[in-house]
């Protein structure tokens, strides 16, 4: 199983940038998948999740300006993020919560990340 994530750059403050994350390999079913981000130096933090069912919940610091979603059929998660601040300045990573068999449990993986800058 393998979470690609793509669409990160460099934008100027105010501007906007969408996230893909591509899952692919043996996959039986997705559940939850998700947005973190790591700004240097720092944990990683939670930026927002999307049920199987469409429900989202979004950290507080970005409500309002991201808005996550995702296509079942591609197996796709994009994180579309506007109105950007210096302060979203980060490695973006995203998330899933997948099985690979109809009798395998549950299990958690993560992309690699892709570099989300902001200029002042």
């Known amino acids: 199983v393998q979470l690609q994530a793509s669409g990160g750059g460099l934008v100027q403050t105010g501007g906007s940038l969408r996230l893909s994350c591509a899952a692919s390999?043996?996959?039986?079913?997705?559940?939850?998948m998700a947005w973190y981000r790591q700004h240097p130096g720092e944990q990683r933090e939670w930026v927002a999740t999307?049920?199987?069912?469409?429900?989202?919940n979004l950290a507080e610091s970005v409500k309002g300006r991201f808005t996550i979603s995702r296509d079942n059929v591609q197996k796709m998660v994009y994180l579309q993020m506007s109105s950007l601040k210096p302060d979203d300045t980060a490695v973006y990573y995203c998330?899933?919560?997948?099985?690979?068999?109809?009798?395998?449990?549950?299990?958690?993986?993560w992309g690699q990340g892709t570099q989300v800058t902001v200029s002042s």
């Open positions: 998330n899933a919560d997948l099985k690979t068999t109809t009798w395998g449990t549950v299990r958690n993986y």
């Open positions: 390999g043996s996959i039986f079913r997705i559940d939850n």
């Open positions: 999307i049920t199987r069912g469409g429900s989202t």
